[in-house]
C-alpha cells in the first residue's frame, strides 16, 4: 500500500518563475493539504482540498494555488517566485471519515529559488 | 490564537541516555488535540501519537512516553534508552475543533541527535 508520494524531490527556479508540485495522496484518501517548512521551522498550512475545491487556507498569498483532480491527487503552484519561497513544500492526506487532523505526510519536494 | 513553543533548539545525547523533549502550547479552547511527529533526514513527518484535551493520562509505547498535563499547558515526550536511530527532528503540534478546522499549528522543533 503506496503512501502518500510528491515529485519532483528537487527543484532549482530562479526569482519570478512560476513551479508546480505534485502530489498522490495515500490509497483510500480523499483530502490533500499542503505546508510549507522553511528550514529550521516547523511546516506551515497552505490549503487543503477536499472534492476539488479548497476548503481552507492559511496565510499564504494569491501567488500559492492549487487544484485537486477526480483521482484525488493534487498540485500546488506558486507564481512568481521570491528567494523566501525556498522550502520543503510537504503535502499530507486523510481521509473523510478520520478526525482531520490525522495526516499521512509524504517526502516533500524541496524547492529551491536562485 | 494558538501556539506551541518547543524551546530546546538542540539536544544532543549519548546511545542509552533517557532525554526528554518539551512541548509548550497556547490555546482558548476547550477541546483541542496535541500531537507529536518525528522528522527524520529523510524529510517526512512520521506520526507518533495524537491526544485530545480529555484525557490527561499520561501514555506509554515501547521506549516513547507522553505526561500531558493541562495545568501546566505541557505535552512532553519522553525517550528512553535512546537510540543513534532516534537521531530526528521532533514536531510538537496542536489542532483545535471547528474554530481552528483542526488544522496544526507546530512548533519549530527539537533536532534530538543521538550518539553511539
Known amino acids: 500500500d503506496a503512501g502518500v508520494t510528491q515529485s519532483p524531490t528537487h527543484l532549482i527556479k530562479t526569482r519570478g518563475q512560476q513551479v508546480t508540485l505534485r502530489c498522490s495522496p495515500k490509497?483510500?484518501?480523499?483530502?490533500v493539504s499542503w505546508y510549507q517548512q522553511a528550514l529550521g521551522q516547523g511546516p506551515q498550512f497552505i490549503f487543503q482540498?477536499?472534492?476539488?475545491?479548497?476548503?481552507q487556507r492559511g496565510n499564504f498569498p494569491d501567488r500559492f494555488s492549487g487544484h485537486q483532480f477526480p483521482n484525488y491527487s493534487s498540485e500546488l503552484n506558486v507564481n512568481a517566485l521570491l528567494l523566501g519561497d525556498s522550502a520543503l513544500y510537504l503535502c499530507?492526506?486523510?481521509?473523510?471519515?478520520?478526525?482531520?487532523?490525522?495526516?499521512?505526510f509524504g517526502p516533500g519536494t524541496r524547492l529551491t529559488v536562485l | 490564537a494558538q501556539k506551541v513553543t518547543q524551546a530546546q533548539t538542540e539536544i544532543s545525547v549519548v546511545e542509552k541516555e533517557d532525554v526528554t523533549l518539551d512541548c509548550v502550547y497556547e490555546?482558548?479552547?476547550?477541546?483541542?488535540?496535541l500531537f507529536w511527529y518525528k522528522q527524520p533526514p529523510s524529510g517526512e513527518l512520521v506520526f507518533l501519537i495524537r491526544?485530545?484535551?480529555?484525557?490527561?493520562q499520561n501514555e506509554i509505547s515501547g521506549r516513547y512516553s507522553w505526561n500531558f498535563q493541562k495545568s501546566t499547558s505541557s505535552f512532553n515526550f519522553t525517550i528512553t534508552a535512546s537510540q543513534v536511530v532516534d537521531s530526528a527532528v521532533y514536531f510538537c503540534?496542536?489542532?483545535?475543533?471547528?474554530?481552528?478546522?483542526?488544522?496544526?499549528?507546530f512548533g519549530r522543533g527539537t533536532s534530538l541527535i543521538v550518539h553511539p
Open positions: 499530507a492526506s486523510t481521509w473523510t471519515e478520520a478526525p482531520r487532523d490525522t495526516q499521512y
Open positions: 490509497s483510500g484518501h480523499d483530502t
Open positions: 482540498y477536499y472534492e476539488e475545491e479548497e476548503r
Open positions: 490555546t482558548r479552547d476547550t477541546t483541542y488535540y
Open positions: 491526544r485530545n484535551s480529555f484525557d490527561e
Open positions: 503540534a496542536l489542532s483545535e475543533g471547528p474554530g481552528g478546522s483542526y488544522i496544526p499549528t
